[in-house]
């Protein structure tokens, strides 16, 4: 095996157009994947790129560079907005995973139970990626193509995920067999915007309970004006087509329904408290 | 093969390894430095934490070659003559049975207290158990490590 660390990104997508390579950057889901067989012939670590790593705002869009960690997110200052990525950044692993493991690889990695994919779909996350053709922006929704499959070409390399600024509060739930260091047997983000106590657009989406994560448009839709008293009958009442959960070792698909129903509605209401992460 | 230069516990060592040597396996095979310790290898368990830059790290989950130039230092390099404060409190306190852990608690533990001491912010007993999410003790039922990580903390 060969490690590449180049330091910028032209280095980096010079070194990818030649094939064979396997990004690398926190390396929390490469590493331990390394057991599983031969390692792979070509890393190519991206943690070293200049002005892949930060969180910025500019012309109305928010952006998480590639390489920044979910421990970057949880100390960066930013609106309510984000309350629920924050969150999800919390529990991912353990310290030691948010300080190497990134928001960029929790996406690429496309697991059904990354806890970043519901929350960034609640924000209408694009991903960033370029490569020879240059770059392209994808909704995030398109970019996971299945578990564990996304919408990169080869020679491509994602960039950075992008997210348009608005109103709204952010929140994430995450069911787990225990509190921490634990994969999700469901979880839920949503972002709500509110308007004289009303919810003026609610968007939500849920993991864990399909081969990947899926925003809830049909309960979005039935939303729209509810008073927070109203939002758990609404949601017990919403018919729920994207929830397609499965029996694996973590829960039963029927446990897995009932949990989500929950989740959604605690998550929707805690995006209209007042704002509560430190 | 990569030839690296690292500062391991203060002393510089020079190999030339394979680029996927793990750092975990570089300290135990290569130096013999065997007291950092392997429970899981999937970056679960946090045995084997040790510091590199002054940082914890789980060796298990960086590749050696990618640390050229750095400061390592793992349990053997803690105690300066005298056992450290945080390995005598977790004698005294009873913070471990079998010991396989200890290790990566004790690092993973000292760059807690560090970190909350260079930041200005108190180390409550809830904090600790948050920030020791990373290490898992199949015997202790961690209540003694608390103790230890809180009284050690009062020493350093
Ligand atoms: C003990 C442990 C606990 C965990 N707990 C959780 C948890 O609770 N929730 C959760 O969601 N995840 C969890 N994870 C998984 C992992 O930590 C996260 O998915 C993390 O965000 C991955 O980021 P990374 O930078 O480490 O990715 P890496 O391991 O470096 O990469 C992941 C994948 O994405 C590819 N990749 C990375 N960056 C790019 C890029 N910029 N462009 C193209 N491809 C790229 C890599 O080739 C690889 O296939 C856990 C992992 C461990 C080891
Ligand atoms: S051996 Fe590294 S975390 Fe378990
Ligand atoms: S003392 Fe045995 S695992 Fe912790």
């Known amino acids: 095996m060969t490690l590449y660390r180049p330091d910028s990104l032209d280095s980096a997508l010079s070194l990818l157009g030649k094939g064979g390579m396997t990004v690398l950057a926190g390396g929390t889901d490469v590493y331990p994947g390394l057991r599983d067989g031969a390692p792979p012939a070509h890393l190519l670590d991206i943690s070293g790129i200049a002005g892949l790593r930060g969180i910025a705002r500019a012309g109305g869009q928010w952006r998480i560079g590639a390489a920044t960690t979910w421990t970057d997110v949880i100390r960066a200052d930013l609106p309510p907005l984000f309350d629920g990525l924050k969150l999800a950044a919390r529990e991912v692993g353990s310290v030691q995973i948010q300080n190497s493991g990134t928001v960029a690889g929790n996406l690429c990695n496309a697991s059904p139970a990354a806890d970043g994919v519901p929350v960034l779909m609640a924000l209408d996350a694009l991903v960033e990626v370029q490569g020879p053709g240059g770059s392209r922006q994808v909704p995030l929704t398109d970019f996971i193509a299945g578990p564990r499959a996304v919408a990169l070409d080869p020679g491509e390399l994602v960039t950075a995920v992008l997210i348009p600024d608005g109103p709204g509060q952010g929140a994430f739930l995450k069911l787990g067999a225990r509190r921490y260091l634990v994969i999700s047997i469901a979880m839920v983000g949503a972002v709500i915007a509110t308007r004289s106590g009303r919810i003026d657009r609610a968007r939500v989406a849920v993991g864990s309970c399909g081969p990947v994560a899926r925003r809830l448009t049909g309960v979005e839709t039935a939303l729209t004006g509810a008073a927070p008293g109203d939002v758990a009958r609404l949601v017990a009442a919403a018919d729920l087509p994207e929830l397609a959960p499965i029996d694996d070792v973590r829960a039963t698909a029927t446990y897995r329904n009932d949990a989500a129903r929950t989740l959604i509605a605690r998550a929707i209401l805690m995006a209209m408290e007042a704002p509560h992460v430190a | ?156």
């Open chain 2, 1 to 156: 093969m990569t030839n690296i230069t690292l500062t391991v516990n203060g002393k510089s060592v020079s190999r030339d390894i394979p680029d996927e040597t793990l750092l975990s396996e570089f300290l135990r095979e290569h130096l013999r430095l065997t007291g950092t310790h392997v429970g899981c290898d999937t970056s679960q368990c946090g045995a084997c934490v040790v510091h590199v830059d002054g940082k914890a790290a789980k060796s298990c989950t960086t590749l050696a070659v990618a640390l050229d130039g750095a400061q390592v230092t793992t349990i053997e390099g803690l105690a300066n003559g005298d056992l450290h404060p945080m390995q005598e409190a977790f004698t005294e306190h009873h913070g471990l049975q079998c010991g396989f852990c200890t290790p990566g608690m004790i690092m993973a533990s000292v760059d807690i207290v560090n970190r909350y001491k260079a930041e200005g912010r108190t180390l409550t007993e809830k904090a600790i158990r948050h920030e020791l999410e990373g290490n898992i003790c199949r015997c202790t039922g961690y209540h003694n490590i608390v103790k230890a990580v809180e009284s050690a903390a009062a020493k350093m």
